[in-house]
């Protein structure tokens, strides 16, 4: 439906706009007041109808206090008797301030309608609308001043002390300083040879140095990031009536196949160590065992040494450590590094000399390889508690226990189930079905289903909860392992995690960490600049091998990452460029071909589609069961990549006994083969009063007319020395090769 605008039909009509819209207003069309506002067809068509004879006009409806003006009517008889209209129309009105008019305009383009066309000239007052009265407190040009002071600027004193919160970007810089960007930009550039965009993070030590260049003191304020400690420090409760007895938890460290797993399996009752690949603990385990009425809590943690860490996290959330020692094998590597966890974690050790009932158990050798070390036994007047056992005939099973039960009561631990559940996650890992699931032991407090979890970066809600024997459970008490679901993202094995009482809070918690922690990471990217180019030009020789780490668990990508970057050497370096929790996927794939790198997976495979693209990029994906597997082969590749040791070996040494000119070719020697041999394609050193005149290699070699390969010791030859001709009688020439030797990696 199209519009008509009020000047298009009072151009049609031959009218003025005016008297338009005045007509508009008689009708009741009050909206229309200016010549550009539009009617509907059926409006417009209205209007019409007003300026052709026997159509009275509607009355206008005054309002109070308000005169109105009126249009005087033709009378519809008068109109059919006179169609042509030569005299001044008078038009008769109550209204005694309208005044007719004296003349009659018509339209020039048609005659027919010469009587439609009336003008009537009010009176001034009525002409002039009336404004609405304005309050006698304001003044009409108020708001106009108004907007015209806003748009004023104000000057105000430079600011000389500043505060700003990390990243500080240009752009931050610029808005505080109230300096352009392009200004600053310029000045890192030209003065401190820093090329910079606008929004390009700038180290905080840079920042102060503008800002004492430009006259305003820049303090730079840390964001705090709100601990948990903080979150929960008015929730806990540690008033004596509350504490109860919690059950020691228990970590069993030591030498891989030392029996760690085959004796907790004894405790327990349960046979792991078989389900191991290769019998070595892959994943730290914790069960929850009852003895003479009471619990004791158990991590098992592996025994590879590349599972340092591990052992470490272990040693940290535990009460009592048992280390465990073959009796056969006696005081290992690794056991010297359980002992240094345990005592840098200020944790009672306990010795478990396993493996008592082989032939070649030697206790006695262990306790003084042991005491050497600080840990002196009870009975030689030290403290530490020692039990002789057999995981297979469970000798010294109870012995053990007990001791272990003694040990928490000279600690005397206790918790307060009454308060939020807090501890620490124990491994965390993607699960069909069940998304994020960790591994929790709950430290102190309650845990109940759909408490709401802040661990890390992440957080959650224990929708889900399984006690060690995978059973369901509502809650889980202090110094009890569950495992936890619905979790927003794998957390880090480590981790410590709280019960809290806001989502929202957890949030946003959750949510800072992982912006500062993102920022972390920006502040330590390094772009390439003039003053680092050459440096990294230089560093081009240092060879990389790339690698993308997936696994099932996240403590298993923690160490396997660590095992393998620690084989990286000055020459050669290992980079990880991606490691996860979960299977290897196409995206994992895509990077490794744009990275020139290839996949490990530990305890994962490929997804079909994942396996069909590295097929086809070329990109090679190896997966293990076994750590040193992993790492073992990842050394022998970068042996591969090591540059061979250069080593010179000395062939022969001949001696010039004639010399001969020969045009075009130059000085040819007449030689004896003193020692050795020398080659045709060996390298030459001419040596004149044992000091090497020239070093080069051999153009030609001859016996009389005919090019040979060699010549033996004893035997006489011609050579030709290439690109040189000062050679004289009583010179040596000695004949070496450069042998390439495989080089391997200093262990």
Not at 4 to 30: F, N
Not at 492 to 512: H, L
Not at 575 to 580: D, K, Q, V, W
């Amino acid at each position: 439906m199209e519009k008509i605008r009020i000047s298009s039909l009072a151009k049609e009509l031959g009218v003025k706009s005016s008297l338009l819209i005045d007509k508009c207003h008689e009708t009741g069309l009050m909206h229309v007041t200016h010549h550009a506002n539009t009617l509907v067809p059926e409006q417009a068509e209205m209007i019409r109808q007003l300026f052709q004879p026997g159509i009275k006009a509607t009355p206008v409806k005054e309002e109070p206090k308000v005169e109105k003006k009126t249009v005087p009517q033709v009378p519809e008889q008068e109109t059919e008797q006179k169609k042509d209209v030569k005299e001044p129309l008078r038009v008769s009105n109550t209204n005694k301030n309208v005044q007719p008019t004296k003349d009659v305009k018509v339209h020039k383009g048609d005659t027919s309608r010469k009587h439609m066309f009336v003008k009537v000239t009010p009176v001034k007052t009525f002409w002039k609308k009336k404004r609405p009265p304005v309050p006698p407190h304001q003044k009409r040009n108020e708001p106009f001043r108004e907007v015209a002071e806003k748009k004023k600027l104000t000057f105000k004193e430079k600011e000389t002390k500043v505060v700003m919160e990390p990243p500080i970007t240009v752009k931050d810089l610029s808005s505080k300083l109230g300096i352009r960007a392009n200004e600053i930009i310029t000045k890192l550039l030209l003065e401190h040879n820093i090329r910079a965009t606008i929004n390009q993070i700038l180290r905080e030590d840079i920042v102060e140095l503008l800002g004492l260049e430009y006259g305003v003191e820049i303090r730079i304020k840390k964001r705090e990031i709100m601990e948990e400690q903080d979150l929960l420090a008015h929730q806990v409760s540690t008033r004596a009536e509350d504490m109860v007895y919690r059950a020691p938890i228990v970590t069993f460290l030591g030498h891989v196949d030392h029996g760690k797993t085959s004796l907790l399996d004894s405790i327990r009752q349960t046979d792991v160590a078989a389900g191991e690949v290769g019998g070595i603990t892959q994943h730290i385990g914790a069960h929850k065992v009852e003895t003479n009425g009471k619990h004791v809590v158990f991590l098992d943690t592996p025994g590879h040494e590349a599972f340092t860490a591990m052992r470490a996290r272990g040693a940290n959330v535990t009460d009592v450590v048992v280390l465990v020692v073959a009796a056969d094998d006696g005081v290992m590597p690794q056991t010297e590094e359980a002992i240094n966890h345990a005592k840098a974690a200020n944790v009672p050790i306990v010795v478990a000399v396993n493996k008592i009932d082989k032939p070649s158990a030697n206790p006695m050798r262990v306790m003084q390889q042991l005491a050497g070390l600080d840990l002196i036994p009870e009975e030689w007047g030290g403290k530490t508690q020692f039990v002789e056992t057999s995981a297979i005939t469970k000798k010294g099973i109870d012995a053990l226990l007990e001791r272990l039960l003694l040990e928490s009561e000279i600690l005397e631990l206790k918790a307060n189930p009454k308060n939020p559940a807090r501890g620490v996650v124990l491994e965390a890992h993607l699960s069909e079905g069940r998304g994020v699931v960790a591994n929790v032991l709950v430290q102190d407090g309650t845990l109940r289903q759909g408490d709401i979890i802040l661990c890390g970066k992440t957080f959650g809600r224990a929708r889900f909860m399984t006690n060690d024997k995978g059973i369901e459970v509502k809650e889980a008490g202090p110094s009890t392992p569950v495992s936890v679901s619905d979790f927003s993202e794998v957390p880090e094995a480590g981790d410590k995690f709280y019960a809290v009482g806001d989502i929202q809070k957890a949030r946003e918690i959750a949510q800072e960490r992982q912006e500062k922690e993102r920022e972390t990471s920006l502040m330590k990217y390094q772009h390439v600049t003039l003053d680092n180019l050459y440096t990294k030009i230089a560093e081009g020789n240092v060879k990389e091998i790339r690698l993308i780490l997936k696994a099932d668990y996240k403590g298993s990508v923690e160490v396997l990452k660590k095992a393998l970057e620690e084989l990286s050497t000055p020459e050669i370096k290992v980079r990880i460029l991606h490691a996860g929790v979960g299977g290897i996927t196409e995206s994992d794939v895509l990077l490794a071909d744009a990275s020139d790198a290839f996949v490990i997976g530990f305890y994962v495979t490929a997804e079909d589609r994942a396996r069909i693209l590295a097929e086809e990029k070329g990109v090679e994906v190896r997966l293990y069961k076994i750590i040193y597997n992993a790492t073992n082969e990842i050394k022998a590749a970068m042996e591969g990549m090591l540059e061979p040791e250069s080593k010179e070996v000395v062939l022969g040494q001949v001696e010039i006994r004639h010399v001969y000119n020969i045009s075009k070719i130059g000085n040819v020697a007449g030689c004896y083969v003193k020692s050795g041999k020398i080659t045709r394609n060996a390298f030459v050193r001419l040596i004149r009063n044992n000091i090497v005149i020239y070093d080069g290699k051999l153009e030609s070699l001859k016996i009389v007319k005919d090019d040979v390969k060699e010549v033996r010791a004893g035997f006489e030859c011609g050579l030709k020395i290439a690109n040189y001709n000062d050679i004289k009688v009583g010179d040596i020439v000695e004949a070496y090769e450069v042998q390439k030797i495989t080089r391997t990696l200093a262990v």
